[in-house]
């Protein structure tokens, strides 16, 4: 079991720079070969779920290429914590952002949402100008 708790959404301008976090926590952090590979994801209302970022335990990353010049994903091992940074943020950023784990360890199985096992309670972004 995975719990994931975002932090770190709120209201930015156009233009401007926003970290999200995430704290992940569950059973595997005792156990490495468990570690599960972690991502993010947004969602407008209306629109289905849409992969932003993800990270696994060997620091491999996929990020969407429309993304990648505005958005970074790290992954602190010790603290068991992700987080996505973004940058030079539009209007369209604007979304619910969610936290996500999948109980695989490679990162690819944390860009599908069909594939997320776990998901956190979500944190708001605003964009505005």
């Known amino acids: 079991l995975v719990q994931l708790a975002e932090s770190g959404g709120g209201p930015v301008e156009v233009g401007g720079l926003l970290t999200l976090s995430c704290a992940a926590s569950?059973?595997?952090?005792?156990?490495?070969?468990?570690?599960?590979?972690l991502g993010w994801f947004r969602q407008v209302p209306g629109k289905e779920r849409e992969h932003d970022a993800a990270?696994?335990?060997?620091?491999?990353?996929m990020i969407p290429d429309s993304l990648k010049d505005r958005f970074k994903i790290s992954r602190d091992k010790i603290k068991n914590n992700v987080a996505l940074e973004m940058k030079n943020l539009r209007i369209e950023d604007s979304a619910m952002y969610y936290c996500?784990?999948?109980?695989?360890?490679?990162?690819?199985?944390?860009?599908?949402?069909?594939?997320?096992?776990?998901w956190g309670q979500g944190t708001q972004v605003t964009v505005s100008s």
């Open positions: 990270i696994d335990r060997d620091d491999n990353i």
């Open positions: 996500a784990a999948s109980k695989f360890l490679w990162v690819g199985y944390c860009r599908s949402v069909a594939s997320i096992d776990y």
């Open positions: 569950g059973d595997f952090t005792s156990d490495p070969l468990l570690d599960p590979c």
